[in-house]
């Protein structure tokens, strides 16, 4: 029998749980909450063996206890780590157990802290109440799984891959506490009950229920209160929210307090209102492709190698992509990216991101490519309505051929209004970002955008559902008599010819003439967000 073991240990759940928000404050802290749970759960696991080799994410102990406080704000530990662990069986078993039970532990602890701060004003009697509907929220809601594999003579990768089937089992067998709710579910994740102090029973009336409620919540803490600040952080009078939710609304205060000595700083997340000029915003989402391939190798060193070079792409370039053109960071966990931008940065940063991804220096190497969604939304849309779009965005971004590696826009306009498009990265060695923003910046200085309307306006009679203009000599013809049509005073000079074979390569890798028609009005809107900035 080996003395060596593959352990993977997840933490969950994710995507309910970071979407489960009503503003963004809510969707980074939770997204914090987890990579400080995976932080913790691998300092735990080094401290009862100091051999212990994280693989992935690539981070000593060093790094864990003393981490880099300038962008520690930032969600950069993915909820999941492979490890090789030493021992028998059941000593690797043992500890692993203990880590979960003190993963457990902090998420609760933290919850209670919550409790503590907003409703500091209750009775202890009362907070303990509220403390034990939370932690049978806590019980219901944390996913924990983890399993270890024996790690002999074989490869690496092969261990791994049977330790990965392994993990995708147990999670499809999972199973679901029942929590009895009488209430009204929370405001926030609309699954778990709205903590309560009063008993609510089966024949209460909805307006009963509502009294409660209110009765409960009108004892929160003076700071949690709505006010005319409008502070993030804060609990407006509507909402009723879980003993989960609550800690997520509650976490920056929480870490501020832990990680004040280290210097640490968490400045509040800026509300979508703040982020950009004038009334729309934009949301990146970023996924690596083909990771698998990439962590293909037979010895631990090759995946450690890309692992550590994931880590230096999330924890030093991904900020300081985002962070240099006004954006905000959501999280960076390796491969995966979610940043809010100002709308007339949001196609630079996208192809930074994506090049410094197969970057040899900032990310992984050339061999390296990611699918991208981005969407572009008003700032009094709903918040769950834009991030469920750039999930979507991004998945199709990944189907749009076989090799990934593609750009999917879309603009939620007035009106109900969607425009949407999905592009390869690069068009015959050229950046499809750079023909996109050449084409913009020529709006803004060169061309009236009455071209494009009069190009719809021409063409969208002669399009077949779901089909492309077939002559592509008239197409082309036509689109230099509008250009050429429709320049400025003192723009004549200008040769429109070399941006018709741009735009005749967007219309060619378009997979239909609407999605080349939705192409162009994103352009003009580009164009309106840009004049609104210079």
Known sequence: ????????????????????????????????????????????????????????????????????????HIASIPNRFTAIVQ??????????????????????????????????????????????LTEKQIRSFLEIYWVIEPYGDEPFNKVRERAEKRLGALKNEKTFEYVPQTSFVCTICKEREALCLDDIHPNDRYGTIKQKLVKTWSRRAYEYRENEEKQT????????????????RAARSYFEEKFKQAGAKFRSFPSVLDIGHGNYYAIIMMDGDNMGKLFSGDKEHAYSEVSEKLARFAQQHVPH??????????????????????????????????????????GLGKEATASFGVIIGHKKAPLHMLLDGVRKLEKKAKSYRKEKDALALSIYMGAGEI????????????????????????????????????????????LEQGGKWKQNDMLRLELYRLLHRSKREGAKHVDVRPYVEDLMKLHDVAKTGYDFLYLLKMLTFFRRKEGEKK
Request: hydrophobic share 40%; proline share 3%.
């Open 87 to 132: 021992g028998s069986a059941e000593q690797v078993y043992a500890r692993l157990k203990e880590v979960e039970q003190s993963v457990r532990n902090i998420f609760t602890d933290f919850c209670f802290q919550a409790i503590e701060e907003v409703f500091h004003s209750l009775s202890d009697e009362e907070k303990e109440k509220l403390k034990r």
């Open 233 to 248: 952080g804060k609990i407006k009078d509507s909402e009723f929210l879980c003993g989960v939710c609550l800690g997520k």
């Open 1 to 72: 029998m080996t003395n060596r073991h593959v352990v993977i240990f997840t933490i969950g759940p994710v995507q309910s749980f970071i979407a489960s928000a009503r503003r963004t404050e809510d969707l980074w802290s939770g997204s914090y909450i987890l990579s400080y749970l995976a932080r913790e759960a691998m300092k735990a696991l080094y401290q009862m063996d100091e051999t212990t080799e994280m693989v992935f994410p690539k981070v000593s102990k060093e790094e864990l206890n003393k981490p880099n406080v300038k962008n520690f």
């Open 321 to 362: 992509i985002v962070e240099k053109h006004d954006g905000r960071l959501v999280y960076a966990g390796g491969d995966d990216v979610l940043a809010f931008v100002p709308v007339d940065k949001a196609l630079i940063i996208a192809e930074q991101l994506r090049f410094a991804f197969s970057d040899q220096e900032k």
């Open 419 to 462: 425009l949407e498009t999905v592009l390869p990265w690069k068009i015959e060695h050229e950046t499809t970002s750079q023909l996109l923003l050449k084409f913009v910046d020529l709006l803004h200085t060169t061309l009236s955008s009455t071209f494009i309307y009069r190009f719809l306006e021409a063409f969208s009679p002669l």
